[in-house]
C-alpha cells in the first residue's frame, strides 16, 4: 500500500498534524456562546473602554524596535544549529560564522548610531 519503506510514521503524524486544528475549529463551534447580544459586542481593551477612533497613528518607533528585535532574534536562531554542530563542521564554518556576527555588529552599530534603540 505505502510505495516508500518507513514513512508511515510521517504519514500518521502529517494525518494528526492535520486532524488537531480541524477538530478544534469543530468542537468550538458546537461548545461557543452562540448569542452576539450586549456585552459580547463592546469593544474591550486591556479592562478600559476604548476612547476615539482605532484609526491613530502610532509613532514609527515602535515599528523600527520591534523590526530591529525581529531581525536580531531570527539572526540567532541562525547560529543555533551552527553551534550545535561546532565540531563536525571545521575551520571554514568557524570562519563563515565569524563573517556573520561581524555583519550583525555592523548591523547593529548602524542601527545604534541611526537612533532605532533610542526609546525616548
Known amino acids: 500500500m505505502f510505495s516508500l519503506p518507513g514513512y508511515e510514521y510521517f504519514l500518521g503524524f502529517l494525518i494528526i498534524a492535520a486532524a488537531v486544528p480541524i477538530l478544534a475549529l469543530i468542537t468550538n ?7 452576539r447580544k450586549g456585552e459580547r459586542e463592546l469593544t ?3 479592562g478600559m473602554e476604548p476612547i476615539g477612533g482605532a484609526w491613530i497613528q502610532f509613532n514609527i518607533r515602535y515599528y523600527m524596535f520591534a523590526l530591529v528585535f525581529v531581525i536580531f532574534d531570527v539572526e540567532t536562531v541562525f547560529l543555533y544549529p551552527w553551534a550545535v ?9 568557524f570562519v563563515e560564522a565569524l563573517i556573520f556576527i561581524a ?3 555592523i548591523a547593529l552599530a548602524y542601527a545604534w548610531r541611526k537612533g532605532a534603540l533610542e526609546w525616548s
Not at 463551534?29 to 448569542?35: E, G, L, Q, T
Not at 554542530?85 to 564554518?93: E, H, Q, R
Open 29 to 35: 463551534f458546537f461548545v461557543s456562546p452562540k448569542s
Open 44 to 46: 474591550y481593551e486591556s
Open 85 to 93: 554542530a561546532f565540531n563536525k563542521l571545521g575551520l571554514l564554518a
Open 103 to 105: 555583519i550583525l555588529v
